[in-house]
């Protein structure tokens, strides 16, 4: 049996008030320098920008938004529109609104163009700080945050724009 797919929108940055309730989380938490900040662009996407610092063992920068219930049942994959400068990003899902907690995490090189880059469930990895941790499952009808990382000692100023991001769900 062929069934429908169904596309809904999770995140898109085509106004100002878009980016409004989205919040820096960089590696200054635990003594690091690194900073980021994100600026919405007339030209209807967010901007996630900034500076990796490997000082004081630091090393990440992050944007998240508010916490928010993006749930969408019966997801089949989700489905980014994005522009990068060749490091590599992680999409960041959390089923919870804590401050600190499990993060479900999918590695991504966005091209130097923009693109569209799908995930399946099996791309989101359970971490905790950045480490790989035994966890309940991802569940996608759980999703209430969702974020953007640059880690792994990247050093230097980096660059993404992400114009939406898109559930598609089966019917």
């Known amino acids: 049996m062929n069934s429908a797919s169904l596309y809904s929108t999770l995140l898109a ?3 100002p008030k878009s980016t409004l309730g989205w919040t820096p989380v960089n590696d ?5 320098a690194s900073c980021s900040q994100l600026n919405f662009s007339p030209d209807g996407h967010m901007e996630f920008t900034g500076e990796v610092s490997l000082k004081n063992n630091g090393g990440f920068a992050s944007i998240r938004s508010a916490p928010n219930n993006y749930s969408i049942v019966n997801i089949k994959k989700l489905c980014l529109c994005i522009l990068g400068d060749g490091h590599h990003y992680k999409l960041n899902l959390r089923m919870d609104n804590y401050p600190d907690g499990v993060n479900y ?9 923009w693109s569209e880059i ?3 469930y099996d791309d989101f990895k359970p971490c905790f700080h950045g480490h790989p941790i035994s966890a309940p499952p991802l569940d996608f009808s759980r999703i209430n945050q969702i974020g953007f990382m640059i880690a792994d000692r990247q050093e230097g100023s980096f660059a993404l724009f992400i114009r ?3 559930a598609e769900a089966y019917s």
């Open 13 to 15: 940055f085509d106004d």
């Open 28 to 32: 200054v938490v635990m003594g690091g």
């Open 105 to 113: 995490q999918a590695l991504f090189t966005p091209p130097d163009r």
């Open 118 to 120: 799908t995930f399946s």
């Open 164 to 166: 939406w991001l898109r």
